[in-house]
């Protein structure tokens, strides 16, 4: 048990010495130095440098008279203490992160992210700090991923609206899916992600390469206000096609294959991404 309690104390910022210190005068007090020292068997050349140490503090406390003695402040008192001190430094730092991601937000930056996981988690950042509106463009695999997130940002009134390449089920959400996935991915080599908050904010990127997926994060406008046009332009297609698809492939082949062809890169391997 005791070893218990020292490596507890520890992690309230105690050292060895000054939790067999404590543990010591919690047993048995008062003491005088040299029998705290010979109860926790911490050496006697580093005894009063440790109860200095723990009077500074507030820890102990000692007897004015020639020779002190010394107590423990109760260990209720000590919790409480270090409780109080702790919520107090978290406070404090969470106003200074959030002074400093007020800052560091500036609408001039442009941030690269690397890897699938921190562009999700980025992506889930955006999506909780949304407060009217998220657009998205997505693959079905890659938009499950932030459907808690996106759940509650639902829940909190914003509204949700989507292009997803593949099956979804999100009764919180307009989805809007583009049918011909398969077909897409098989082109492009690859999958995208697109995230818009609020007209402010977006990430973007290639999510299908793990750790070598790369997107970029800003609240650039001249970057923010053409992507989110590129999404909502998407969803302006996708209600064209529901009203007029047998038309359209008429004229410009099945799931409108002959514009993608047109408006690909030369030659046959378009997998350039």
């Not at 099956?167 to 959400?173: I, K, L, P």
Request: glycine letters at 6%; aromatic letters at 10%; a negative charge.
């Amino acid at each position: 048990m005791k070893v218990e309690l020292i490596a507890l104390l520890r992690q309230m910022n105690f050292t060895e010495y000054e939790a067999k210190a404590y543990l010591a005068l919690l047993e048995k007090s008062p003491l005088s130095g040299y029998a705290v020292a010979l109860n926790s068997g911490i050496p006697r050349s580093k005894i009063y440098q440790v109860l200095g140490t723990l009077l500074s503090r507030g820890d102990i406390v000692a007897s004015q008279e020639e020779v002190p003695l010394y107590s423990p402040i109760p260990y209720t008192e000590l919790l409480s203490r270090r409780k109080r001190a702790a919520e107090q430094v978290f406070s404090e730092a969470d106003s200074a992160f959030e002074n400093y991601t007020i800052s560091s937000r500036n609408r001039d930056g442009i941030w690269n992210i690397s890897g699938h996981d921190a562009i999700r988690d980025k992506a889930i950042e955006i999506i909780n700090a949304a407060q009217t509106r998220l657009l998205l463009e997505a693959w079905a695999e890659d938009i499950n991923e932030l459907k808690d997130a996106l759940e509650n940002a639902a829940g909190r009134g914003v509204l949700i609206q989507a292009v997803v390449y593949g099956d979804v089920d999100f009764s919180f959400a307009e989805i809007y899916q583009h049918d011909s996935s398969e077909e897409i991915t098989e082109d492009y080599g690859g999958r995208w992600l697109i995230v818009s908050s609020d007209n402010r904010e977006i990430v973007a990127g290639i999510v299908s390469l793990q750790q070598n997926s790369r997107a970029a994060w800003t609240l650039h406008p001249g970057l923010v206000m053409p992507i989110t046009e590129v999404i909502i332009h998407d969803l302006y297609l996708m209600e064209i096609l529901k009203e007029f698809r047998p038309l359209l492939e008429n004229k410009f082949g099945v799931n409108l294959k002959q514009l993608r062809d047109k408006f690909s890169l030369p030659g046959k391997n378009k997998n350039y991404y």
